[in-house]
């Protein structure tokens, strides 16, 4: 029991030391060292369940000391398998918020690709694009009578207050 605790315990260092490598491994390598990691832990825990087996057979007098020994590896073991989780969800918000930011970005808030989306979906729809023309004159003409209207009205009101006044 004692080497295999020993190349456990010995296991358990190394992904401590390859943790730190995480946090300065740039983008290509970064997954090589996650996988790495993972591998070394699912390793460990196999062995892990090796030695809670051979803690069991070990003399009364030495099990309770084995067993403790193989629960604080565990132990270690389960804070680093948290650890590598916590860093591979603050790595893909970070990735997703980046993407995010980019396709913001990339966007354009012109009307003019808003009128061009318009026109894909009735496109999509099966009106003809003069048909699209025509609703976009009409709209064009529909603003004029609009602002026409508007400075009929303000002139309306200022002679009624003229008269009445």
């Known amino acids: 029991m004692e080497p295999l605790y020993q190349q456990t315990h010995k296991q358990v260092h190394e992904i401590q030391s390859h943790m730190g490598r995480l946090e300065t491994a740039d983008k290509q390598s970064l997954h090589l060292v996650e996988n790495e990691i993972q ?25 309770e000391n084995a067993k403790l020994r193989v629960d604080q590896l565990k132990y270690d073991v389960q804070h680093l398998q948290t650890a590598l989780r916590n860093f591979q969800h603050r790595r893909y918000a970070r990735e ?11 966007r354009t808030f012109t ?9 894909d979906i009735a496109n999509m729809l099966g009106l003809s694009n003069t048909v699209m023309r025509l609703t976009e004159k009409r709209a064009f003409q529909d ?11 303000c002139v309306v009101m200022f002679l009624v207050v003229q008269y009445l006044t």
């Open 39 to 63: 591998a070394s832990i699912d390793q460990i825990f196999s062995h892990l369940e090796r030695l809670e087996i051979l803690s069991s057979k070990e003399p009364p007098n030495k099990r």
């Open 111 to 119: 009307t003019n690709g808003t009128q061009k989306k318009i026109l």
């Open 143 to 153: 603003k004029y009578f609009m602002i026409g209207g508007m400075l009929l009205t």
């Open 96 to 106: 997703q918020q980046e993407r995010q930011r980019e396709e913001l970005l990339s």
